[in-house]
């Protein structure tokens, strides 16, 4: 029967890291065995033979913290599961139902390499089976090949592993990618259509003012000077000639700017400083806002629900708020919990501006003090991904208005400026 290193605090040398061995079927049946006798350990590991002769032989406190831990597997080169959030959130929920059947990790994973999968996703579970066989721990090989798993993903799966609760891990994590995708198609469903929009905007002035206006001006020139044209003329013909002279100009200056844009809004001080912008913005900084509050609040509660330490749970959600102004007040409320803070005060104190919702801070104050954070964190994303559907229903329902108004605006703008010296003309004539 396999061995398994474990280690806990020693209650009587002040904290230490104590450790010992066990034997067990697998990794799982061994964590399920010391939660029965009372134990909850900070690490379980495979050994092999050698390591727990050595283990056996030695005092269980002088123990090596370092034996018997694997080596970190080696990549085979060119070979990534380049998966998609939905597949990824199928495959999640593929693996649960396996493993809820009763299935071993290895055989629920044999069980859907047969299921039709594609090379790709057929590579990652060859390597996963392989890590899971030579004594790795599901979340260990997960975070040896990388993405698609992330580190929220990884943690939740040792969270799993650690509790016993895999299969239900693994069924919250299925379903808090299936939430995400849904909440990113919303968002994407409701900025299709003003893009779109923007971009014939772009398209039809530009034609407008290098192409139409020039050839419609050209007979006024030679009859009157610049300056006794109109000024909305005398804007627009400015425009028409500066791009006509300088295209070369403007393009580049486009090109530069979409080639140093990515690595500038990459230093955390230019992003900082957008990301703060962005969510102070009337309508769209509402929406922003939204979404990453009801995205943090639905990880948040499964991460603990999942048995993670609420400061761990912290640091691991703060990644998925997307934006570094919001994040840097997470850093905040870290720090505070750190110290021995609960989360619901910092998280007000650090909210001011309205960034994070009352109702949100009241519900985890609540959920702290009668010990049901995980349950009132998943009501309290409910009720904030309710708030993000009416962001996003308003952010549809006015962008696209305001779009035509400002379309409006530039077409009557240059239509003015080549109508006006054409009526002064004909005065003129008369």
Same mark, same amino acid.
Request: with cysteine.
């Given at each position: 029967?396999?061995?398994?290193?474990?280690?806990?605090?020693?209650?009587?040398?002040?904290?230490?890291?104590?450790?010992?061995?066990?034997?067990?079927?697998?990794?799982?049946?061994?964590? !399920?065995?010391?939660? +029965?006798?009372?134990?909850?350990?900070?690490?379980?590991?495979?050994?092999?033979?050698?390591?727990?002769?050595?283990?056996?032989?030695?005092?269980?406190?002088?123990?090596?913290?370092?034996?018997?831990?694997?080596?970190?597997?080696?990549?085979?080169?060119? =070979? +990534?599961?380049?998966?998609?959030?939905?597949? $990824?959130?199928?495959?999640?929920?593929?693996?649960?139902?396996?493993?809820?059947?009763?299935?071993?990790?290895?055989?629920?994973?044999?069980?859907?390499?047969?299921?039709?999968?594609?090379?790709?996703?057929?590579?990652?579970?060859?390597?996963?089976?392989?890590?899971?066989?030579?004594?790795?721990?599901?979340?260990?090989?997960?975070?040896?090949?990388?993405?698609?798993?992330?580190?929220?993903?990884?943690?939740? &799966?040792?969270?799993?592993?650690?509790?016993?609760?895999?299969?239900?891990?693994?069924?919250?994590?299925?379903?808090? *990618?299936?939430?995400?995708?849904?909440?990113?198609?919303?968002?994407?469903?409701?900025?299709?259509?003003?893009?779109?929009?923007?971009? *014939?905007?772009?398209?039809?002035?530009?034609?407008?003012?290098?192409? /139409?206006?020039?050839?419609?001006?050209?007979?006024?020139?030679?009859?009157?000077?610049?300056? %006794?044209?109109?000024?909305?003329?005398?804007?627009?013909?400015?425009?028409?000639? #500066? $791009?006509?002279?300088?295209?070369?100009?403007?393009?580049? @200056?486009?090109?530069?700017?979409?080639?140093?844009?990515?690595? $500038?809004?990459?230093?955390?001080?230019?992003?900082?400083?957008? %990301?703060?912008?962005? /969510?102070?913005?009337?309508?769209?900084?509402?929406?922003?806002?939204? =979404?990453?509050?009801?995205? #943090?609040?639905?990880?948040?509660?499964?991460? /603990?629900?999942?048995?993670?330490?609420?400061?761990?749970? *912290?640091?691991?959600?703060?990644?998925?708020?997307?934006?570094?102004? @919001?994040?840097?007040?997470?850093?905040?409320?870290?720090? !505070?919990?750190?110290?021995?803070?609960? &989360?619901?005060?910092?998280?007000?104190?650090?909210?001011?501006?309205?960034?994070?919702?009352?109702?949100?801070?009241?519900?985890?104050?609540?959920?702290?003090?009668?010990?049901?954070?995980?349950?009132?964190?998943?009501?309290?994303?409910?009720? @904030?991904?309710?708030?993000?559907?009416?962001?996003?229903?308003?952010?549809?329902?006015?962008?696209?208005? $305001?779009?035509?108004?400002?379309?409006?605006?530039?077409?009557?703008?240059?239509?003015?400026?080549?109508?006006?010296?054409?009526?002064?003309m004909q005065e003129y004539i008369t």
């Open positions: 029967m396999p061995t398994f290193r474990y280690e806990t605090l020693s209650p009587t040398e002040g904290g230490a890291a104590q450790a010992a061995l066990i034997e067990a079927a697998d990794r799982a049946e061994a964590v !399920r065995t010391l939660r +029965r006798r009372g134990i909850t350990p900070l690490r379980v590991e495979p050994v092999g033979n050698g390591a727990a002769a050595a283990m056996r032989a030695a005092p269980a406190d002088a123990a090596d913290p370092a034996a018997g831990v694997h080596a970190e597997p080696t990549r085979r080169v060119g =070979v +990534r599961a380049a998966l998609s959030r939905a597949e $990824m959130a199928a495959f999640m929920a593929e693996l649960a139902t396996a493993v809820s059947a009763g299935l071993t990790l290895v055989q629920a994973m044999r069980t859907l390499m047969r299921a039709g999968r594609t090379q790709r996703q057929k590579d990652m579970l060859a390597f996963l089976i392989h890590e899971l066989e030579h004594g790795r721990s599901l979340a260990d090989a997960a975070a040896a090949w990388g993405r698609p798993f992330g580190e929220l993903t990884v943690n939740l &799966i040792r969270a799993g592993e650690a509790s016993g609760r895999l299969a239900e891990v693994l069924e919250q994590a299925a379903l808090l *990618l299936d939430r995400d995708l849904k909440l990113r198609r919303a968002i994407l469903g409701a900025t299709i259509y003003p893009m779109i929009l923007a971009v *014939l905007v772009a398209v039809a002035v530009t034609v407008v003012v290098t192409v /139409i206006v020039p050839r419609v001006l050209e007979p006024l020139k030679g009859q009157v000077t610049v300056a %006794d044209l109109p000024l909305p003329t005398r804007i627009v013909s400015g425009v028409a000639d #500066f $791009m006509g002279a300088y295209w070369w100009l403007v393009i580049g @200056m486009i090109i530069a700017a979409a080639t140093t844009w990515p690595r $500038m809004y990459r230093q955390p001080a230019t992003r900082l400083a957008v %990301d703060g912008a962005l /969510i102070r913005l009337p309508v769209l900084g509402q929406l922003l806002r939204d =979404v990453a509050v009801a995205r #943090f609040t639905r990880t948040l509660g499964t991460l /603990i629900s999942a048995g993670l330490p609420a400061l761990t749970a *912290l640091r691991t959600t703060k990644g998925t708020l997307g934006n570094k102004a @919001m994040e840097s007040l997470i850093d905040e409320v870290c720090e !505070r919990v750190a110290s021995g803070g609960t &989360i619901s005060q910092p998280l007000e104190e650090a909210g001011g501006g309205g960034v994070f919702p009352p109702l949100l801070v009241q519900i985890v104050g609540v959920g702290e003090r009668s010990g049901r954070l995980p349950e009132l964190l998943g009501q309290a994303a409910e009720a @904030m991904e309710s708030r993000t559907e009416a962001s996003i229903k308003l952010f549809t329902t006015v962008l696209p208005p $305001m779009l035509v108004v400002v379309l409006a605006g530039i077409v009557g703008f240059v239509v003015a400026a080549i109508l006006l010296p054409l009526l002064e």
